[in-house]
């Protein structure tokens, strides 16, 4: 079946960088689109940066300049490279695409999530 495995999370001084990974693995006909959202306890998860099957991004404000998503098709991976992290930053990372496999025709997969700290 379709996995989503993350890596990368940790804890890190601000200013400081970390690169998420998100791999799926799986029957994966087509990816729609890819993202990355988080989620600290008093807020609703959030969108914080997408690609969509053709390359278009988008990012939330909050994270413009600072952040950027990337992809390889070839290997059912999205990342995230995170520059100049702010203690706000901190938060659970979850990786979502949005494909087509063998299951379903239009799927919605998550990651398990990966704790990001940044530390003042």
């Known amino acids: 079946q379709v996995q989503l495995v993350e890596s990368g999370g940790g804890l890190v001084q601000a200013g400081g960088s970390l690169r998420l990974s998100c791999a799926a693995s799986?029957?994966?006909?087509?990816?729609?689109?890819m993202g990355w959202y988080r989620q600290t306890p008093g807020k609703q998860r959030e969108l914080v940066a997408g690609?969509?099957?053709?390359?278009?991004?988008n990012y939330a404000d909050s994270v413009k300049g600072r952040f950027t998503i990337s992809r390889d098709n070839a290997k059912n991976t999205v990342y995230l490279q995170m520059n100049s992290l702010k203690p706000e930053d901190t938060a659970v990372y979850y990786c979502?695409?949005?494909?087509?496999?063998?299951?379903?025709?239009?799927?919605?997969?998550w990651g398990q999530g990966t704790q990001v700290t940044v530390s003042s």
């Open positions: 979502n695409f949005v494909a087509t496999t063998r299951d379903r025709p239009y799927g919605d997969y």
């Open positions: 799986g029957s994966i006909f087509r990816i729609n689109a």
């Open positions: 690609i969509s099957g053709g390359g278009s991004t």
